[in-house]
């Protein structure tokens, strides 16, 4: 089951105009599943496959100034590799701040986000 928290975050929807090219995208560059809810949603589920984390909605628009969706990476080099690969955009390359790196990248339909890990 999963540990939801009092006032942290809980789900993110992104917008995915074309759910099957967004699906792929993710999948590839991070290894997500989904689990669909009809042609018009689909759910992020969460790893190990307990809950979900998040959906893809194609009724949502998409573009950069929405709030910034900030992943987690055991390897930052990987994940970077893997987004150019699934087609993402690489938008800000990789960075250092007091502890850690990340890097900035927009998805196929241009959702804007972010990856890091720790120093």
């Known amino acids: 089951m999963a540990d939801n ?9 992104l917008a995915a105009p074309d759910i ?3 699906k792929q995208f993710y999948a590839d560059a991070f290894g997500w599943a989904f689990t669909d809810y009809g042609p018009d949603y ?3 589920r ?6 979900e984390m998040g959906g893809l909605n194609p009724a949502r628009p998409a573009g950069a100034g929405l709030p910034l969706v ?3 990476s055991d390897d930052l080099d990987a994940t970077y590799a893997a987004v150019r ?6 938008d800000e390359e990789i960075f250092e701040f ?9 998805d196929p ?11």
């Open 109 to 119: 339909a241009g959702n804007s986000l972010a990856v890091w890990a720790e120093a």
């Open 5 to 13: 928290r009092h006032h942290t975050f809980d789900y993110v929807e």
């Open 42 to 44: 689909s759910g992020i």
């Open 85 to 90: 690969a699934a087609g993402g955009t690489i």
């Open 98 to 106: 007091p502890g850690g790196r990340r890097f900035h990248f927009s």
């Open 46 to 51: 969460r790893p190990g496959g307990d809950g």
């Open 20 to 22: 099957a090219a967004a």
């Open 70 to 72: 900030i992943l987690y």
